[in-house]
């Protein structure tokens, strides 16, 4: 009986076709006191002050005190700590000092930074201090290729400088002297409430306050970019400072969000707190706070948000505030100076895209569900009759046992070995789904091994967590503890996953992670991980682990398995390096077919390569234009898969009419064309962190008019993308930076660079076209192709 009224409120609101991203369902900042807090402070608030400035192990070191000392500000000094690294990054953490023994350490999140990154540490050798007019004592290190990084004394400020007499700001924090450490301490007394509650839900907060913000400035900037996932433009817009109507922060929480709504900064299903500045006079910086925790990014409305800084008026610059509830600062700084030079800075850090396996960079196709076997041979058969290639058939939760992982539903596909080898055999391979959330049901072969073993989350009370999902009663493997992540990577393996083969990859859905009758859809954030962590500490790296887990157990599989395909609904940085994302649970929309450029561009430029949206929209019935639109310009995704919910209608290519097939077709056969592109484009990526899709400013950083262009894209540095993004379409104004001539990728028609076309719109495709002077390789017949892929595979493999 105790369980009957939540099966019945999971069965009401979460089976219900029409349920959707609901506003109230969510925090705002004025409901998030940490954000609140953060938001009303005013510049020049810092009290805090550098000193005992020297150099130790090779960094920079000082301590933060504050000048004056009462119940709102630090008691203890904080530890402040400057290194330098190659190629033009700097590294500032800061955090209470262990040494005058804090009531609590500070989550500082692991497996996030690549090992070899510590190689490339500059130990510095001296110090130096100048007296500057209007900025008092600062002390100086010298970075590398000429940049310094700068500690100013009081009030106290970090930045770096370009070096030489009157050497020009790149990066700044606390300009703008908006920097607070909450530190944690203990009650004032028991009376004291540290409860936060939202809605029906409850935060114990048992160690109260605990939120860091800062104000970071770019110079020379006339845009920022970056810090997904907002289905909103890559430009961010401005959120506060003069002349701007009050709007939400951009908010970086890995939600569950169902039909999300366009042009919006609310958080989606993954964060990746780093920010890519540019402008034309200077170029490219960028800036990366490694927490996990919730945060919270405003961006000032250009150079009028406030005059505190006094720059001189020909040096631009745009200023940020980031808030972040709990964690240290481990922040990084990204000199530049070319837009490409600050990814390959951020990917030297996080890590580069992995190389994918050809099969993962062609066609994929989904549902929820396809029915049983008799469905998946069906709908494999229809693509060879009509002549549309794929490489990858999908199934969705309903292939299970009760929605229990690694098992199969033995009534509607009883020899899922046979068919996967049945696909194999023709160059196909399968992806089944794996969620985080396991069945709470002691037949379960999962979930007794893991509760016997202790491996779930912990409620606050220290018994294992019970949240809701589609298997109803779950709990959620702790991730975070590299020996749980071990053993769930063995589940992978062909003698353990029954029914799987070697043809057969993972999707890991529902990971940010999603609980549906938890706190905005989620874990409560007083759940206890692995070493006591507070699930608020780490909630936005919870996916990454999971995706972690399940790619590294893939890789383990034997002989070929060394380059898994995972996809992952969540992510974090550095999940570049284990599979592909996609943009979530989209809708059948002309505004979400538009949005899905600027969202893919901005997980590009952020070190994600690998992403896509579903073509088609995963909620609700494209009308056929629509579709089409969305293959053609889906074909130009890095990632490619059609996907539906399974209320829709079906709409695999060949269900719409023979003209409509073929231009489905011609569209497909386009990303077969241009594999050989794309997967030279991969391995670019994978080895300097250049996105595959990227911005038009990346490849003409000088051209003003690219700077705010999220309409159209470059695959590459060869091919210029337009997508149409609205019905019954005639024209389209396309425009083509650069001075050299661009190609029309149809029929070869000649334009010329640096000037904008109004085109008649066709049917049969979306404005294409070819840089002059550029090389992209073409897979033109299967002989041709095979031997550009033994030469490719000869050159790099």
């Known amino acids: 009986m105790g369980k009957l009224p939540c099966a019945l409120l999971f069965f009401l609101l979460f089976t219900n076709p029409a349920f959707s991203w609901k506003k109230e369902e969510f925090r705002n900042c004025d409901q998030t006191p940490f954000c609140k807090r953060a938001r009303s402070r005013q510049p020049g608030a810092c009290p805090l002050t550098a000193t005992d400035v020297s150099i130790s192990g090779g960094d920079l070191v000082a301590k933060l005190v504050a000048k004056e000392t009462n119940q709102e500000t630090p008691t203890k000094p904080l530890v402040l700590k400057i290194s330098a690294y190659q190629d033009g990054v700097m590294r500032l953490k800061i955090d209470e000092d262990p040494d005058l023994n804090p009531r609590k350490k500070r989550f500082e999140v692991p497996d996030v930074i690549v090992p070899e990154f510590s190689d490339k540490k500059l130990w510095l ?238 066609y994929h196709q989904c549902r929820w569900n396809y029915r049983d076997e008799e469905d998946v041979y069906n709908v ?160 936005n790296a919870y996916g990454y682990y999971f995706h972690m887990a399940t790619a590294e157990g893939l890789a383990k599989r034997g002989k070929g398995q060394d380059r898994p395909f995972v996809l992952s609904r969540a992510f974090f940085p550095g999940s570049q390096r284990y599979g592909a994302v996609w943009t979530g649970d989209n809708t059948a929309e002309w505004e979400h077919l538009r949005v899905s450029v600027p969202m893919i561009l901005t997980l590009g430029l952020t070190g994600m390569s690998f992403s896509g949206a579903d073509v088609g929209g995963f909620f609700g019935n494209p009308d056929t234009e629509l579709l089409i639109r969305w293959y053609q310009l889906g074909a130009f995704y890095p990632f490619f898969r059609g996907h539906a919910h399974h209320d829709t209608k079906r709409r695999e290519p060949w269900l719409f009419g023979e003209r409509n097939t073929e231009l489905m077709r011609e569209a497909i056969h386009v990303r077969y064309m241009l594999l050989p592109y794309f997967y030279t484009l991969f391995r670019e990526a994978n080895s300097s962190g250049t996105p595959v899709a990227r911005p038009l400013w990346m490849e003409f950083p000088s051209d003003e008019k690219t700077f705010s262009n999220d309409e159209a894209f470059m695959v590459g540095n060869s091919l210029l993308v337009q997508g149409i993004y609205t019905q019954g379409a005639k024209h389209a104004e396309v425009y083509l930076p650069g001075d050299q001539p661009w190609y029309d990728f149809k029929n070869g028609n000649s334009y010329k660079g640096g000037e904008t076309y109004k085109l008649d719109v066709l049917e049969d495709s979306v404005p294409s076209f070819i840089r002059g002077g550029t090389i992209y390789l073409e897979r033109t017949d299967f002989d041709v192709a095979l031997l550009k892929w033994q030469m490719i595979l000869t050159l790099w493999l």
Request: proline share 6%; glycine share 8%.
């Open 125 to 362: 050798q001296s110090l130096k201090e100048e007296e500057e007019e209007n900025s008092g004592l600062i002390s100086v290190v010298y970075l590398s290729d000429g940049y310094e990084g700068v500690i100013r004394h009081d009030p106290f400020e970090v930045f770096v400088r370009e070096r030489g007499e009157n050497g020009k700001k790149v990066l700044s924090l606390n300009s703008n002297g908006l920097f607070d450490f909450e530190q944690i301490k203990d009650k004032k007394d028991e009376n004291e409430d540290w409860e936060e509650k939202f809605r029906t839900h409850t935060d114990s907060r048992p160690y109260g306050p605990q939120s860091i913000s800062f104000d970071v400035s770019f110079y020379g900037a006339d845009f920022v970019y970056g810090i997904p996932e907002h289905a909103t433009s890559l430009a961010l817009k401005p959120t506060s400072g003069s002349g701007v109507e009050a709007s939400e922060p951009y908010r970086l929480f890995n939600l569950d969000v169902f039909e999300y709504i366009h042009d919006s900064p609310f958080g989606l299903y993954g964060s990746i707190p780093f920010m890519i500045s540019h402008g034309k006079s200077r170029g490219s910086s960028g800036f990366f706070w490694l927490n996990a925790a919730e945060m919270q990014i405003d961006v000032f409305n250009g150079n009028n948000s406030n005059e505190f800084l006094k720059l001189p008026s020909d040096q631009k610059r745009i200023d940020t505030l980031w808030m972040s509830e709990a964690g240290v600062v481990d922040a990084f700084f990204f000199v530049g100076p070319a837009p490409k030079d600050v990814v390959r800075q951020y990917t030297s850090v996080t890590g580069p895209t992995a190389l994918p396996q050809l099969f993962s960079i062609a």
């Open 380 to 539: 494999d058969s229809k693509f060879d009759e009509h002549d549309i290639p794929y490489d990858v058939l999908w199934l969705d939760i309903e292939h299970t046992d009760g929605k229990k992982y690694f098992t199969w539903d033995k009534m509607l596909f009883p020899n899922p070995e046979e068919m996967q080898n049945k696909l194999a055999a023709k160059g196909r391979r399968m992806v089944t789904i794996v969620d985080p959330h396991i069945k709470r049901d002691d037949s379960y072969f999962i979930h007794e091994e893991a509760s016997k073993k202790g491996y779930y989350v912990k409620d606050k009370t220290g018994n294992d967590f019970d949240g809701w999902c589609w298997p109803g009663s779950s709990s959620y493997l702790d991730m975070v503890d590299p020996k749980i992540r071990s053993w769930w990577g063995e589940k992978f393996s062909c003698k353990n996953y029954v029914g799987s083969t070697p043809s057969l990859y993972i999707w890991n859905d529902m990971n940010e992670p999603s609980v549906f009758n938890g706190p905005e859809v989620t874990m409560p954030r007083d759940a206890l991980h692995y070493g006591d962590v507070e699930h608020r500490e780490l909630h």
